[in-house]
């Protein structure tokens, strides 16, 4: 009887089972070592901990059983306390070049489908990729070094490690981030007073300037985020004015639709689009429509983007699913019940339930 291919998962039940305490791993197309091993002379840790140990084979039938040969070897050295890195690094010195962090950035961030804004405001500055150390290895020491920069218990730390564990399970890089992400949660945040729709009429009609106030409303009406008003496009969708976002955090959408309808057609809504310097990023038109909206409401105690948020509360109100008015927003139904859900207030609760059941009859 011919003998049986060798396969990754056969090789590891049969190491596992022979109680070798060394596995095969398979990165790219090349194959690895991973045990525990002693440290080596430039590492700063004093005791033995899982490590890997690249060996330049190709993941092939061929190298399965090479690897599997050398698998054995090396439990046997180290069951015999006989391991020598200078043996070992000598069997590796023909694998491939070591990946830097900057290489597994690039590489993880060709997986995604997202705008260099996104990608640079998500990941590079909310996901703490801006603090690693690009020309270096990509470690699990690399990885806490930069998740333990923010302090415990705050949505940052949470970021980081969500954002940083993904990198590390592309790499196969053996950390676990989240444990460190604290016991921060989004339902301990101070609940928002969301203005009504009566409060941001009149404020948004108090704005002097005619652009400016074209795209708070729109702001209102679509519930678009404060830079995405820069790259919205109204059109008529059988009869409704709809919303095309062309770009911003989390990329395009369409139809975006007005909550509540007849708000379409205030604030001068037949303008094409608010006017402004394309070449600004989003963070930076954001701030200039907060700044601008600070500046002509300098007391009030609700934000621009609680526009956004009053929108959100409306949808809610209106009966639209969830996953719909999610898609309208441009983020993920748990994102949108995560935020929006606890600032549902009693008022907000009376007044669905008027629409519902005490609304005239026809």
């Known amino acids: 009887m011919p003998e049986a291919k060798p396969s990754l998962s056969l090789v590891n039940a049969r190491l596992k089972a022979d109680r070798v305490g060394v596995s095969v791993q398979v990165r790219g197309d090349r194959l690895a070592l991973v045990a525990t091993l002693p440290p080596k002379s430039e590492s700063t840790k004093d005791r033995p901990y899982q490590q890997r140990i690249s060996l330049g084979i190709y993941a092939s039938v061929a190298g399965l059983k090479q690897a599997e040969r050398l698998a054995r070897l090396l439990g046997i050295e180290l069951a015999e306390q006989a391991f020598s890195w200078a043996t070992w690094s000598k069997i590796s010195e023909d694998s491939e070049e070591t990946v830097t962090a900057g290489q597994w950035v690039e590489r993880f961030r060709a997986t995604l489908n997202i705008s260099e804004e996104s990608w640079r405001y998500r990941f590079l500055h909310a996901g703490g990729f801006k603090h690693l150390h690009l020309d270096q290895p990509l470690t699990p020491e690399a990885l806490l070094e930069v998740v333990f920069k923010q302090k415990p218990d705050t949505a940052t730390r949470r970021s980081y490690c969500d ?12 950390v676990d981030l989240k444990v460190h992400a604290g016991s921060y949660s989004e339902k301990a945040v101070t609940p928002k007073d969301i203005p009504s729709d009566d409060q941001i009429i009149e404020q948004i009609e108090k704005v002097p300037n005619p652009g400016w106030r074209y795209c708070f409303g729109l702001m209102a009406t679509y519930g ?68 601008t909206w600070r500046r002509y409401h300098p007391d009030l105690p609700w934000t621009l983007y609680d526009l956004r948020h009053a929108y959100a509360i409306r949808c809610h109100l209106y009966a639209v699913p969830v996953a719909v008015a999610a898609q309208w927003m441009g983020h993920s139904p748990e994102i949108h019940l995560r935020t929006y859900q606890r600032w549902i207030s009693e008022k907000h609760h009376l007044e669905t339930y008027r629409r519902l059941f005490m609304s005239p009859k026809t």
């Open 224 to 291: 678009l985020r404060p830079h995405e008003v820069f790259f919205t496009e109204l059109e008529n969708l059988e009869g409704v004015i709809t919303a095309r976002v062309t770009e911003g955090k989390t990329g395009g959408r369409y139809p975006v639709f007005p909550v509540p309808a007849d708000w379409a057609a205030k604030w001068q809504a037949q303008l094409p689009r608010c006017a402004s310097n394309k070449a600004h990023s989003h963070r930076r038109l954001g701030s200039m429509s907060g700044a």
């Open 163 to 174: 954002a940083l564990q993904r990198l590390a399970k592309l790499a196969e890089i053996p």
